[in-house]
């Protein structure tokens, strides 16, 4: 038993820090709106350091730490079996592998983003009347785009298949792109405009192959 003076039990004689964390991550898988309010504001700020520093700058445009951090409290709420915690720490690489599946997913869901907005700039679709709306042939027309720009990666020779990954996936700046392939600035950008080039005629041949230009 120990006395607590600050945080929760404050001024009381309670369990071990750690054993009231423990009924507090019970009853908040249980819904308790009390519990789950103690423990976010136990557990937020060691798990906020944690995100900021695996999310790096380009997932930190693509969603806010704190967005991600409420994602993965509502995993904790939710974890009504998880392995048996003796210290905060435990919890903690618990909760931490859980954040880092979620960034795992962003980063997932960010690349597929990227990939389909480079796509639908070397590829557009539109619908029969003009427009961009989404519509089931156009999701199935634009997945077709993103596989056909997968397989024209695939076919570039490996300097220009890195350069378009470095700058049009990975979105990386020009001064990073250099750094990262040794080369100056105007090579780089130089052999980015004939990657981009390249790729765009092999969508294009594609395009017109058999039973696209009406003349297969």
Same mark, same amino acid.
């Given at each position: 038993?120990?006395?607590?003076?600050?945080?929760?039990? /404050?001024?009381?004689?309670? #369990?071990?820090?750690?054993?009231?964390?423990?009924? $507090?991550?019970?009853?908040?898988?249980?819904?308790?709106? +009390?519990?789950?309010?103690?423990?976010?504001?136990?557990?937020?700020?060691? $798990?906020?350091?944690?995100?900021?520093? *695996?999310?790096?700058?380009?997932?930190?445009?693509?969603?806010e730490s704190a967005d991600c951090l409420?994602?993965?409290?509502? +995993?904790?709420? /939710? +974890?009504?079996?998880?392995?048996?915690?003796?210290t905060e720490e435990d919890f903690l #690489?618990?909760?931490?592998?859980?954040? +880092?599946?979620?960034?795992?997913?962003?980063?997932?869901? #960010?690349?597929?983003?990227?990939?389909?907005?480079?796509?639908?700039?070397?590829?557009?679709?539109?619908?029969?009347?003009?427009?961009?709306?989404?519509?089931?042939?156009?999701?199935?027309?634009?997945?077709?785009?993103?596989?056909?720009?997968?397989?024209?990666? #695939?076919?570039?020779?490996?300097?220009?298949?890195?350069?378009?990954?470095?700058?049009?996936?990975?979105?990386?700046?020009?001064?990073?792109?250099?750094?990262?392939?040794?080369?100056?600035?105007?090579?780089? *950008?130089?052999?980015?405009?004939?990657?981009?080039?390249?790729?765009?005629?092999?969508?294009?041949?594609?395009?017109?192959?058999?039973?696209?230009?009406?003349?297969?």
């Amino acid at each position: 038993m120990t006395i607590r003076g600050t945080g929760f039990g /404050k001024g009381r004689v309670v #369990r071990s820090d750690f054993d009231e964390a423990a009924d $507090l991550l019970s009853r908040a898988a249980r819904g308790d709106p +009390e519990a789950r309010r103690l423990v976010v504001e136990r557990f937020q700020d060691r $798990l906020l350091k944690r995100i900021r520093r *695996q999310l790096g700058p380009a997932l930190r445009d693509f969603t806010e730490s704190a967005d991600c951090l409420q994602d993965v409290f509502l +995993e904790i709420f /939710k +974890e009504r079996s998880h392995p048996p915690f003796q210290t905060e720490e435990d919890f903690l #690489r618990w909760a931490s592998r859980l954040l +880092e599946n979620r960034i795992r997913d962003l980063a997932r869901r #960010r690349k597929l983003r990227v990939f389909e907005a480079l796509a639908s700039s070397l590829v557009l679709r539109r619908s029969p009347d003009g427009s961009s709306q989404a519509t089931p042939s156009s999701v199935a027309a634009r997945n077709e785009d993103v596989e056909r720009l997968r397989d024209a990666l #695939r076919a570039l020779p490996p300097e220009y298949r890195l350069v378009i990954e470095l700058r049009d996936l990975d979105l990386l700046d020009y001064k990073t792109i250099v750094s990262r392939m040794d080369r100056s600035a105007d090579a780089v *950008q130089m052999l980015h405009a004939r990657a981009l080039a390249r790729l765009s005629s092999l969508l294009g041949a594609r395009d017109a192959g058999p039973g696209r230009n009406g003349n297969g």
